[in-house]
Nanobody, 126 residues
Framework: QLQLVESGGGLVQSGGSLRLSCAAS????????IGWFRQAPGKEREGVSC????????YYLDSVKGRFTISRDNAKNTVYLQMNSLKPEDTAVYYC???????????????????WGQGTQVTVSS
């Protein structure tokens, strides 16, 4: 059974940076495609970014393109989300999620992911 644990959230001023980590245990991370999602109060969950298991192909939500970078270190069983130039509208609980590599591609839809972490709060003050 795959388990995911997020860390790295916190309070930061507008324009600042944070790096989120998603540490996997139980199974090798390279068995999975990993996505980052977020959910702000009163809003639906949205897919922020995703990285494939093999060729490193990525997906980004339009509103974070050029500011966020997803990466993975399979040797450390960890996926990262580097978030720069943060804005108040980035405030949310951020979750990482995993889907089997057998699907072959990234997805921005939460229903396509079988495993989820507990989330980490990111708050950006103006």
């Amino acid at each position: 059974q795959l388990q995911l644990v997020e860390s790295g959230g916190g309070l930061v001023q507008s324009g600042g940076s944070l790096r989120l980590s998603c540490a996997a245990s139980g199974l090798p991370l390279d068995y999975y495609i990993i996505g980052w999602f977020r959910q702000a109060p009163g809003k639906e969950r949205e897919g922020v970014s995703c990285i494939s298991h093999s060729d490193g192909s990525t997906y980004y939500l339009d509103s974070v393109k050029g500011r966020f970078t997803i990466s993975r270190d399979n040797a450390k069983n960890t996926v990262y989300l580097q978030m720069n130039s943060l804005k108040p509208e980035d405030t949310a609980v951020y979750y990482c999620a995993a889907r089997s590599r057998s699907y072959g591609y990234c997805s921005g839809y939460g229903r396509h992911y079988a495993y989820w972490g507990q989330g980490t709060q990111v708050t950006v003050s103006s």
